[in-house]
């Protein structure tokens, strides 16, 4: 054991953050922290690493600690990708027992990402990670621990074993609320026919003659017999109140959009650029000139490390005098700059703002991305950076425009935002080109990509994974192209003049020829 936490609460501003009662790590646990923005996640790592102190509750700790924080100090002749690329490597240099990481990918390029995976997956060390980036905890996580409602649940498994039992706890839960349901009803049912029945009972029964009443005494048999209905009624009443309350699960609306400045014409080129040049200044990003259009209702995803030129590229499509550029195009541009937010509207506003959709629809695409009933009348400027983030994004996504180009809209969101953003691009009926490095985001909302490689950009219909099976297999082609080659000059020697080295050299070759024409 590297960590034992017992009876820990911790309160900020007269608010309780979390309470844990009982949570251990293990040598050899490699735990993904989830939560929504806010929820505690960064709050927890600094009191595993003992910054911060816990209102109550003890900790005990059998090993050594490196912490890499989220909010990194500032180096102004380096980018936000090297200065996390320092702290990765200053983290790994200090041959601690568990490793602390919020937020580790942020300002990492695809491959640099992919680069720490590969280092994490063969360490020896303990680690626990706050990432918003689903296939980084799939790769890595053996156990998940979700911050939800200031409690800690923890989950066997990566982030996909996560999520299915999430959905199979959502069915259990539903089941659980139908028959809380229909037990209710039933009970209603009979307490509405209890009801009726006393009621009935203060009547005179029509076969009873007034003179069999007197003899009889109807009158205190019949409240007698009212006053006992009644009594089943009350603990009819009483058994309904005891019923074990199960809530509805809250389900967001459907978007059913119509763009204020929808094109009808689904292949529609609204962009075209012919041999488009990769060079700016003095710097040549790409070194193959670009040729590719966008057609209305496309989803493009543009992929590639940082500097590559992806931003570059958007930049040119939408100011190059060489690009053609329909003129039904109208661009919703999302940057991380968010210059575009006036801080003193309320978060309703903004979005209105620049929108001729209805209150209905922009409530809608608030609530998707957790803003609820009045937390919408919120000003902007008390905001936290990623809440401005999901107000950019909403603002946009409504605004009157047919395609959306979004410049890594995915950093500073939470997995719950996250996914609301994915969902969103998928229902959006426009256009859009983004900007990712969001593996599983991208695998699920692009259907083209533009992929910058070795200084070339390649446009591939279809997700990234066909482009890399596509340059493996001409990798392939091209040594077994070599190998051949090879194989004919070896065996043009051994007919002039047969030596044993030849010869293993041959029966070497022949071998990685069966090898790659398996791998094929």
Known sequence: MLFHLKDLNYELMDRTLFQIDELSIQKNDRIGLIGHNGSGKTTLLKILKGELKPTDGSITRYGSIAYLPQLKPKQETKSGGEITQEWIKLIFSLNKDLLLLDEPTTHLDQQNIQELEAKLKDSRYSFVIVSHDREFLDQLCTKIWEIEEGKIKE??????????????????????????????????????????????????????????????????????????????????????DQLDKVEKIKELPPIQMELAAAIPATNKTLISCQQLDGSIGDKTLWDSPVTFNVHNGEKIALIGPNGTGKTTLIHKLLNDEHVQRSPQLKVGYFAQQLEHLNVNQSILDSCKESSSQSETL????????????????????ILSGGERVKVALAKIFVSDVNTLILDEPTNFLDIEALIALENLLKEYPGTILFVSHDRRLVENVAEKSVIFHNQKVYIQAGTEKDFWASQDQSNTDEQLLLIETRISEVLSQLSISPKEELEEEFERLLKIKNDLKQNK
């Open 155 to 240: 989950y066997r498994g990566n982030y996909s074993d996560y999520e299915e039992q999430k959905q199979k706890h959502l069915q259990h839960y539903e089941k659980e609320y139908e028959k809380y349901i229909n037990k209710k009803k039933q009970l209603e049912n009979a307490l509405k026919a209890k009801k009726q029945k006393a009621k009935r009972a203060t009547n005179k029964p029509k076969k009873v003659s007034k003179s069999e009443a007197k003899i009889t005494g109807a009158k205190p048999y019949f409240a007698k017999k009212q006053k006992k209905l009644n009594q089943g009624a009350k603990a009819m009443q009483s058994r309904i």
């Open 362 to 381: 922009i409530r809608t695409v608030l609530a998707r991305l957790g803003f609820r009933r009045d937390s919408v009348h919120k000003k902007i400027n």
